[in-house]
């Protein structure tokens, strides 16, 4: 699956914004999709994770309360949103799709995921 994302930019802290990430519709609603973001200078980590029914998100403990994950099988498209932005939020913003059912922990590892989008940019100043 081809996985393109979208809806990054130039946020204030408090700010909220969607981001976006539309798979190529091939079978879509057999991945179970994920966010991971990348910090300058920083690893890639995990920010959410979405089960391909939709019924089951896990979120990093950073962002839970303030990110919520979803999908619509219908656009074939997986969201983000990310409300109460920090400058910490600050990263490229990575979109995945994997065909492991992840359970826990697992969700937070890139290597369950095959497939990546290339990232978009959010930048949140405080």
């Known amino acids: 699956v081809q996985l393109q994302a979208s809806g990054g930019g130039l946020s204030q802290a408090g700010d909220s914004l969607r981001l976006s990430c539309a798979a190529d519709?091939?079978?879509?609603?057999?991945?179970?999709m994920g966010w991971f973001r990348q910090a300058p200078g920083k690893e890639r980590e995990f920010v959410a994770a979405?089960?391909?029914?939709?019924?089951?998100?896990y979120y990093a403990d950073s962002v839970k309360g303030r990110f919520t994950i979803s999908r619509d099988s219908a656009k074939n498209t997986v969201y983000l949103q990310m409300n109460s932005l920090k400058p910490e939020d600050t990263g490229v913003y990575y979109c995945?799709?994997?065909?492991?059912?992840?359970?826990?922990?697992?969700?937070?590892?890139?290597?369950?995921?095959?497939?990546w989008g290339q990232g978009t940019l959010v930048t949140v100043s405080s």
């Open positions: 519709g091939r079978t879509f609603s057999n991945y179970n």
């Open positions: 995945a799709g994997s065909t492991l059912n992840s359970y826990g922990l697992e969700n937070r590892d890139p290597r369950r995921y095959a497939f």
């Open positions: 979405i089960r391909r029914s939709g019924g089951s998100t």
